[in-house]
């Protein structure tokens, strides 16, 4: 048997996370070898970067059979959509682990986090339906233990709040996948579960797609998530450790936009342009609701976890919106948001770490204290809200021109929401980062070593991307040509 | 006459002597209950090395056969469930001797009822005529009726035990009932000859056949213990000590099953299509009605008792669609079997394991921070809890997918779907109980036994298998995983139709 780079990639940390689970190793020791772990699995997804041939076929196969009497494979591979996923969620971790260093966390809280990302990976790299959907639900287990054990306020009903509602999605996607699976079979006669397969499968009726295509939309429009399955977001990231909030929204948040974009858009073409419109609405009016949401909030934490999802909410809009701008946009927003709001979840952890939870009101004064945390808060807010020179701003930028391609009135709708979005940040900041309060601020330290050298770290990759963006998302520009002409097929059949 | 059958019947005969001899064994004072069951275990294991013999290849005889008048058939199929039920058994005496040990009024006739339960449940996956397999149920029940009143000084023991044996009564009066009346209409209790029977004639003229059949079928529902049969099980669970509770909820239900499905899978024609009806809406009543009960129960034990309701409405799904894909239907029951009694015997052994020495009500409330005085018995635990939710890397996820895809196959999505929906319910009874272990901190538990000696190594082994059941693949060549099962079960399904 061989092993290729992907399973390694996969694997490496649930191994090393079983092995440190069972070994007698203090917390501090956990976290040095998680650590050096997902540096490892940085490095080996950088060369893949490098190896990535620059076409739309999957690359780097891996083909095995698991349970042949039902056709389930083993079967990876990484695209260009993928493997831009990929290298940020292999960049984020460790960055994220140097932030989340000074935690007084045991140990299981390093092997969840091990844990999450083999859950991750996996689910981006399968290309059998059933893998997938294994690795989809298997990554909810640790994620159901680090709030639930590592958590703070509600943790227990929030995780058990957050479990039920995607596994409940889950399901509706198992169904779907069960069923295309069975029609496949009533068809070519084989069983098989390979996306490959399922997509030529013909025989089904229009409304037979649309349940399945809604099937599996139920399940990625929890995990993104899409108004109205949003209620689960506020409780579940004001009460879970900073770890899992950045996990959440960076990393997980993103892998169902990926769903949408890999197995939905491929299977159920024709539902995908006929629901495009619904879908672009509800992504707008979540950009707006969600904002306005944001702008409620007290909680420095709650509101970043509004803003998360407004934008999320504009990146959904831009999937749907049926052409290159805004399908490009939406795959630079995925990295550009998943960086900023990864970065700024870990410094308001940061700034939680030192003063507890606080209202915007009880902070403030922050700059003079900690000037090099205001950078790091500055730069990420200046790239969410889209500053040129950042990859906030190319990729708004892209889906604003796409949305107004689609339909002037949601252009302009979004491309307003979005300034509105940029001027209360700023707001946000200047209340909580720059005014003068009498607030009590001795507790807070700035940002040690470690903690410069992720943020800034981040922070250099986001204007790189920002300034040449070329050289990071030329290896994905034909695959989302490749995914457009599935959708320019529709549009010629219909 | 053919000697050499013997061979076929020696793990019957193994357990058979056993029994006797246990009960020879159990008056003596120097037998004590550990080295009773050090006795037992070798009849046991014994049985399942003379099983073992036969395995891994498609066969059918029927011994002595015209000494038994062809009454019983040990096929692969029988082989494959009388290994799930000394395996129960095995389990059953190694986790729960610690618990028997610790309970004053439990005596060393326990060891000989079990062998004669198993006894009983063996010869009912073997017999494929009506009047044998009635004795044979009898045998079972009737042991298990006293397994569960043994401890007379607990009132909650003895009623669970009365009430199993009156309403038992009932189902098996239906059943003898059934008997007379298809054999009043096909002039035989066999169930191939039935089933020509059935094949010759109309359904207008057979109103006998189809009531007996009707009736036969309420037995097995209330043997299983679907809806409208399933209010004993929830106080017989609660009742029986716990590792009877656990010998009954895998070891009987999967005899139970061997047997119906060998029943069902003879084409009965007109009957057949009237069972797939009604089932049909028992399977859904089940699922529905056990989550219902699951949701609400504070007992550990209760919940895992109305659990297994639901199980039985997920078999009974692939029952339904047993009529249009025989053979994959009846791989996914056997499949799903398995993997339920792996599940429940590691969940109601781990149970019985740590209330050996306090004999409480395991409640919820009494797991709260679990986690933090054992944790390895906490991660077992929780194996088997997200095994039974069907969660993924589990072998009970495997076992659902087949039974969906089963339905859905063969054209019962809404069955699936509400199979789908049962399994959402599930998470929530099931996760509550890991939420309590991990999320908080830990409470007086001062009982517990420790994580040492042969019961936690069996639990271990078997949240093992649970977990390779549910990722096991050919990667690693000479080493079985979940293709080796389904090819096992598919080669059980095969047997039934050859000689």
Redesign the interface.
């Known amino acids: ?1 061989d092993i290729g780079l992907l399973s390694f990639i996969i694997f490496l940390p649930l191994v090393v996370s079983f092995i440190l689970l069972i070994l007698p190793v203090d917390m501090k020791v956990t976290r040095n070898i998680a650590f050096a772990t997902t540096v490892v699995v940085f490095l080996l997804s950088l060369s893949i970067f490098f190896q990535f041939r620059l076409t739309d076929y999957m690359q780097f196969r891996e083909f ?7 056709g389930i494979y ?1 079967s990876l591979g990484v695209d260009g959509f993928s493997m831009i996923i990929l290298m940020l969620i292999t960049t984020l971790i460790p960055l994220g682990y140097l932030f989340l260093w000074k935690t007084k966390k045991a140990k299981g809280y390093w092997a969840s986090m091990l844990l999450i990302q083999t859950g991750v990976t996996g689910a981006l790299l399968s290309l059998d339906l ?1 893998l997938f ?3 989809w ?2 990554m909810l ?1 640790p994620v ?2 680090i709030i ?2 590592y958590g703070t306020g509600n ?2 009903f929030s ?2 709040k957050i ?2 509602y995607t ?2 999605g889950s ?2 996607m ?2 779907s996948i ?2 295309l ?2 029609a496949f ?2 068809e070519f006669g084989v069983w098989s579960f390979q996306l490959s397969d399922l997509v030529q499968i013909t025989i089904l009726s229009n409304l037979q797609r649309t349940l399945l295509f809604f099937g599996f939309m139920i399940a990625f429009a929890i995990k993104i998530p899409i108004f109205p399955f949003h209620t689960w977001l506020m409780q579940t990231y004001s009460n879970s450790p900073t770890g899992g909030v950045f996990i959440l929204s960076a990393i997980m948040a993103k892998l169902g936009i990926y769903g949408i974009v890999r197995f939905v858009l491929p299977l159920f073409p024709h539902q995908y342009v006929e629901f495009a419109p619904y879908f672009v609405g509800l992504g707008v009016f979540g950009l707006i609701y969600f904002g306005i949401a944001a702008l409620m909030q007290q909680n420095i934490k709650r509101m970043f976890a509004y803003s998360s999802a407004s934008h999320l909410a504009f990146i959904t809009a831009g999937i749907f919106s049926l052409n290159a701008y805004g399908m490009t946009g939406a795959a630079f927003l995925i990295v550009a948001h998943a960086m900023a709001t990864g970065g700024l979840f870990l410094l308001v952890g940061n700034l939680e770490y030192y003063l507890g939870i606080r209202t915007i009101s009880g902070l403030g004064g922050i700059a003079k204290k900690a000037p090099l945390l205001t950078v790091a808060f500055a730069l990420m807010l200046l790239c969410i809200v889209g500053l040129p020179g950042t990859n906030g701003f190319v990729s708004e930028l892209l889906i604003i021109l796409g949305l107004f391609q689609y339909n002037h009135y949601v252009g302009v709708i979004s491309a307003l929401t979005v300034l509105v979005a940029a001027s209360f940040m700023f707001w946000l900041f200047q209340r909580a980062i720059l005014v003068k309060t009498d607030n009590d601020i001795s507790e807070l330290k700035d940002l040690d070593k470690k903690e410069i050298f992720g943020i800034f770290g981040l922070g250099a990759v986001i204007i790189a991307m920002g300034i040449y963006p070329h050289w990071f998302l030329y290896k994905i520009e034909p695959t989302i040509q490749h995914y457009l002409l599935d959708i320019l097929k529709v549009g010629v059949a219909s | 006459m053919k000697y050499d059958d013997i061979i076929y019947l020696l793990p019957l005969i193994s357990v058979g002597t056993g029994a006797v001899v246990l009960m020879l064994l159990s008056p003596i004072k120097s037998f004590n209950i550990s080295k009773l069951s050090w006795v037992t275990l070798f009849f046991l294991i014994l049985s399942f090395i003379a099983n073992a013999l036969n395995f891994g290849k498609v066969y059918s005889v029927a011994p002595f056969a015209h000494l038994f008048s062809s009454m019983f058939v040990i096929d692969t199929f029988s082989g494959y469930f009388t290994s799930i039920i000394l395996a129960g058994g095995i389990v059953t005496v190694l986790v729960g001797t610690h618990y028997f040990d610790k309970s004053d009024m439990l005596r060393g006739e326990i060891f000989s009822l079990l062998l004669f339960s198993v006894f009983g449940m063996i010869l009912l996956v073997e017999t494929k005529e009506l009047f044998s397999s009635f004795i044979a149920l009898e045998i079972a029940s009737i042991s298990i009726y006293i397994l569960v009143g043994f401890q007379k000084n607990y009132t909650r023991r003895v009623e669970g035990s009365f009430r199993y044996l009156i309403l038992g009564s009932m189902a098996s009066i239906m059943f003898l009932l059934g008997i007379v009346l298809i054999y009043a209409g096909a002039k035989s209790t066999n169930i191939i000859e039935i089933s020509s029977y059935l094949a010759l004639h109309k359904s207008q003229d057979m109103t006998l056949v189809i009531t007996g059949g009707m009736l036969i079928l309420i037995t097995f529902l209330f043997k299983i213990a679907a809806f409208p049969f399933q209010n004993w099980s929830m106080d017989v669970y609660d009742g029986a000590p716990l590792p009877i509770t656990a010998f009954m909820a895998s070891t009987f239900k999967v005899a139970i099953f061997g047997f119906i499905l060998r029943f069902i899978l003879v084409d009965f024609h007109e009957l057949k299509n009237i069972w797939s009806d009604i089932l049909f809406y028992v399977a859904i009543l089940t699922m529905l009605y056990g989550s219902f009960l699951a949701v609400f129960q504070t007992s550990l034990k209760r919940m895992l008792a109305a659990s297994s309701i639901v199980h039985t409405g997920y078999l009974l799904i692939a029952f339904v669609s047993i009529n249009s894909i025989g053979e994959s239907a009846a791989t996914s029951i056997i499949f799903y079997l398995i993997a339920y009694f792996l599940s429940s015997m590691g969940a109601f052994g781990m149970l019985s394991y740590i209330a050996s020495d306090d004999h409480l009500r395991v409640t919820y409330e009494d797991f709260r921070g679990f986690s933090h005085i054992r944790p390895y018995m906490a991660a077992m635990m929780s194996i088997f809890m ?1 095994s039974l939710a069907g ?3 589990t072998i009970g ?2 076992g659902k ?2 039974i ?2 089963g339905a ?2 063969s054209g019962y ?1 809404l069955l ?2 509400i199979g ?1 929906l049962a ?2 319910i599930s ?2 009874y099931y ?2 109980l ?2 309590l272990m ?3 901190p830990s409470s007086e538990m001062t009982n517990v036994p420790p994580l040492k000696g042969i019961p936690p190594l069996i639990i271990a082994v078997m949240a093992v298998l649970i977990i390779w059941g549910g990722v096991g ?5 000479y080493f079985p995983g ?2 080796f099962l ?2 096992t079960a ?1 080669f059980a399904y095969q047997s039934l139709f050859i000689g």
Do not use: C, Q
């Open positions: 048997m095995h059979p698991w349970i042949t009497s039902y083993y059933v959907y294994f690795f639900e298997s287990l159901f233990m639930g054990i943790r227990i995780t058990l479990t039920i596994i409940m399901l509706f198992l169904v069960l069923y699976g069975v079979y009533n | 997200l969660i993924p890397s996820f495997i997918f087949y969906f895809v859905i196959e999505t699936a779907v789908i399994t959402f998470v929530y996760f509550k890991i939420a991990y999320f908080y693949n050919t990667l690693i060549s979940i293709d389904i090819d598919k």
